[in-house]
């Protein structure tokens, strides 16, 4: 399958400040592992990320950058990949639609991947990740990690169903090997 993640609350700890440094960027518990099996077993990896800290001119892509390769490194010591780290750099008073929920950057993941929706899912911590993925008409899975909690709390509208609930991306990661898609 195509797999698009999340990164912030789904991969590494959201901040609410932004992650402005490799330093910044704590993984979440066993997240890169889920990736390195994902990897393993052969689904394609994409992070498809907001990060208006580049529209608001907070770091700039350089930054950014450095903080991807502290990603790439710690996922290579796990023998774990990423095929693509998609980012939206728009502020969200300049939104295009690659900013979710905008799915553009999903459509593009798609294309660029020649997967179908139906071969598609997208994880995220957000109501914004599950709306980008209902319109992009890929599955959902929503992680309780970052801002999943709260997300759960405030109730996922019925036009956005079905959405599959997991613990983290440990948990997403094993749903999608059982083969629930
Ligand atoms: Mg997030």
Redesign the pocket.
Known sequence: MLVLL?????INE?RADFVKSPTELIFIPKALEAIARLKGHGHRLVVVTNQSCIGRGIINEEQLAEIHGKLRDNLARLSGDLDDILIAPDAPWAATDRRKPGPGMLFEAMRKYHAKPKETVFI???TR?IEAARSADCHRILVRT??GQKTLAEGLSKDLMPVHIAEDLDEAASFILEGRF
């Open positions: 999340d990164r912030d609350g789904v959201d995220g911590d957000s990740d970052g801002k």
